[in-house]
């Protein structure tokens, strides 16, 4: 069975950095892209970025170059979300999710439970 | 950059049809994909490649994409489909999402 495990709910001061993970389960992680999206309470879904864990080549929205580093460690089959200084801006629930993709055919078919990201002084 | 666009609501009452779009320059020319999101709960596919549904959603959605608009179509509507429901599709690398349109059933 495909899982993605996120890690815990964090709670932040202003400034500091942040990373929260995803622990891909139940397929080969190199083989997948992997995507984080973002979800600011009450609005919708934004993409922030994509990684392939196995070269690993990554993408990421313009909205959030530069604000936000992913990573992955294949070697425990985890994608990783950073900040290295957080905004109140910067709080909502964060989505990490497995992309199938077949030459143009590309979604995303399963989905981690989401990390709420609260950042508050 | 390119934008997908949706109606922030949609109402319908239950056993009815109801149709949810999506609108992008050309979008016909492109795949479309429909998530269901409910309250509390992560997004779930529940169309992909403009008409295909997963393993598990049952039949009465369904989708179709032509010109500039992708629809979604709920067919004998249930209280159990009312949720947001976002498009999304691709432009080159980048991921594009619809701004999610709710649907309510009275």
């Known amino acids: 069975e495909v899982q993605l495990v996120q890690s815990g709910a964090e709670v932040k001061k202003p400034g500091e950095s942040l990373k929260i993970s995803c622990k891909g389960s139940g397929y080969n992680f190199t083989k997948y892209w992997i995507g984080w999206v973002r979800q600011v309470p009450g609005k919708g879904l934004e993409w922030m970025g994509i990684i392939y864990p196995g070269d690993p080549d990554t993408r990421y929205s313009p909205s959030f170059q530069g604000q936000v580093s992913i990573s992955a460690e294949k070697s425990i089959s985890t994608a990783y979300l950073q900040w290295s200084s957080l905004k109140a801006s910067d709080s909502a629930m964060y989505y990490c999710?497995?992309?199938?993709?077949?030459?143009?055919?590309?979604?995303?078919?399963?989905w981690g439970q989401g990390t709420l990201v609260t950042v508050s002084s | 950059s390119y934008e997908l666009t949706q109606p922030p609501s949609v109402s319908v009452s239950p056993g009815q049809t109801v149709s949810i779009t999506c609108s992008g320059d050309?979008?016909?020319?492109?795949?479309a994909y429909w998530y269901q999101q409910k309250p509390g709960q992560s997004p779930v596919l529940v169309i992909y490649q403009d008409t295909k549904r997963p393993s598990g959603i049952p039949e009465r959605f369904s989708g179709s994409n032509s010109g500039n608009t992708a629809t979604l179509t709920i067919s004998g509507t249930q209280a159990m489909d009312e949720a947001d429901y976002y498009c999304q599709a691709w432009d080159t690398s980048t991921v594009i999402f619809g701004g999610g349109t709710k649907l309510t059933v009275l």
């Open positions: 999710a497995r992309i199938y993709m077949v030459a143009t055919i590309r979604y995303f078919d399963y």
């Open positions: 050309k979008l016909g020319d492109k795949y």
